[in-house]
Nanobody
Framework: QVKLVESGGGLVQPGGSLRLSCAAS????????MNWYRQAPGKERELVAR????????NYADSVKGRFTISRDNAKNTVYLQMNSLKPEDTAVYYC?????????WGQGTQVTVSL
């Protein structure tokens, strides 16, 4: 079955960096667009970044442009989110997402906390 497993979250100070990873299995990873979402307490889940199947097109939320970079390694069935210059408002649970066959697939999420 489809499985998405995020890792790499943690506590970081403002201005710091983290790299999230999402290991995928159970589907043809190299054929699918992959997304990173996040959800802060009391807020709706929002799309952070998206990358096309071959990695040629990347899209970002305005709030993270210039600070976050999405990438993928199709040989490893893994998608990454490099987060630099982190701000307290980036604090959220970050989720990996794949959408195909009329369904959304989600990982369990990884907590990112940006605080002194």
């Amino acid at each position: 079955q489809v499985k998405l497993v995020e890792s790499g979250g943690g506590l970081v100070q403002p201005g710091g960096s983290l790299r999230l990873s999402c290991a995928a299995s159970g589907f043809t990873f190299s054929s699918e667009v992959m997304n990173w979402y996040r959800q802060a307490p009391g807020k709706e889940r929002e799309l952070v970044a998206r990358i096309t199947s071959a990695g040629g097109v990347k899209n970002y939320a305005d709030s993270v442009k210039g600070r976050f970079t999405i990438s993928r390694d199709n040989a490893k069935n893994t998608v990454y989110l490099q987060m630099n210059s982190l701000k307290p408002e980036d604090t959220a649970v970050y989720y990996c997402n794949a959408r195909f066959s009329l369904r959304d697939y989600w990982g369990q999420g990884t907590q990112v906390t940006v605080s002194l």
